[in-house]
């Protein structure tokens, strides 16, 4: 069963870059496509990147095209965020999920709700100055 966990969230100012990981011990990590997520305080939740399970492709949101970067490495089951020019409104909660099938190449799409998985925690992001 995949479980999966966040860290590197915390406070930053405006302009500032945090990494986000997302770490799957003990479980064929290769194997899943990872989806990032997150949340504030009163909205709905947003989908932020995805990544293939090879690490050969990627997608993401609008929103944070140009400033994030998603990537992996297998042999540490980790998946990382890595987050650039962080702005006030980037503040939420970041959650990463998996998913082992999707219909959907990754270019195209990242994978829909109903193939993931399993989901992280959770790891809290502040920017505010």
């Known amino acids: 069963q995949l479980q999966l966990m966040e860290s590197g969230g915390g406070t930053v100012l405006p302009g500032e870059s945090l990494r986000l990981s997302c770490t799957a011990p003990?479980?064929?990590?290769?194997?899943?496509?990872i989806s990032w997520f997150r949340q504030a305080p009163g909205k709905d939740r947003e989908e932020v990147s995805c990544?293939?399970?090879?690490?050969?492709?990627?997608n993401y949101a609008d929103s944070v095209k140009g400033r994030f970067t998603v990537s992996r490495d297998n042999a540490k089951n980790t998946v990382y965020l890595q987050m650039n020019d962080l702005k006030p409104e980037d503040t939420a909660t970041y959650y990463c999920?998996?998913?082992?099938?999707?219909?959907?190449?990754?270019?195209?799409?990242?994978?829909?709700?109903?193939?993931?998985?399993?989901w992280g925690q959770g790891t809290l992001v502040t920017v505010s100055s």
């Open positions: 003990g479980v064929r990590f290769r194997h899943y496509a």
């Open positions: 999920a998996g998913a082992s099938y999707s219909p959907t190449p990754i270019v195209i799409a990242c994978p829909e709700n109903r193939f993931l998985e399993a």
């Open positions: 990544i293939q399970a090879n690490g050969a492709n990627s």
